[in-house]
């Protein structure tokens, strides 16, 4: 009996899409550029036949400084899909697209409103008790019999 390898024990997009993220944080860290200073690659969306991968990431600057980010990215698109093209080897290379992160942001303004709301406090319920009254004759509870 044969034993599968690790690398195939996960679906093809998925390997890409981590090999993909490897290499461009790689070169996005040798890269000297004070408008990409703590970015992150949170992750990458490679389409089944490599014509476009989706990179999301997130900065220190959020959502006030996308502009910027997404402008330098834009400016080395050229040099990071040559990266690419030479590590991975692959047949094509996939148009890199780069978006902010979506799930940072609503995770975002999700621990902002959290925030606002205030420490958790508990709250006094009363008990509920079912009296001989509010039960059918036949014996079922909210509609479901046994």
């Known amino acids: 009996m044969r034993h ?8 093809r997009t998925a390997r890409l899409n981590e090999l993909l993220r490897e290499i461009l944080a790689d070169n996005l860290e040798r890269i000297d ?7 992150t690659i949170t992750g990458i969306d490679c389409d089944g036949d490599l014509r476009r991968a989706r990179v999301y ?3 220190l600057t959020g959502v006030e400084g996308d502009e910027v ?22 047949k094509r290379t996939p148009e890199l697209l780069f978006e902010p992160d979506p799930v940072v942001r609503s995770a ?3 621990e902002t409103v959290l925030r606002d709301v205030g420490p958790f406090r508990e709250i006094e319920v009363p008990d509920v008790y079912v009296t001989d009254a509010e039960v059918p004759d036949d014996g079922a509870v909210d ?4």
């Open 33 to 39: 550029d004070d408008r990409l200073q703590m970015l």
């Open 57 to 59: 990431y997130d900065s």
């Open 69 to 90: 980010v997404l402008e330098a990215l834009g400016e080395l698109r050229p040099r990071l899909q040559a990266a690419v093209n030479r590590e991975a080897r692959l």
């Open 143 to 146: 509609g479901g019999g046994i």
């Open 4 to 11: 599968r390898q690790n690398s195939r024990q996960y679906p």
């Open 108 to 110: 975002e303004r999700l």
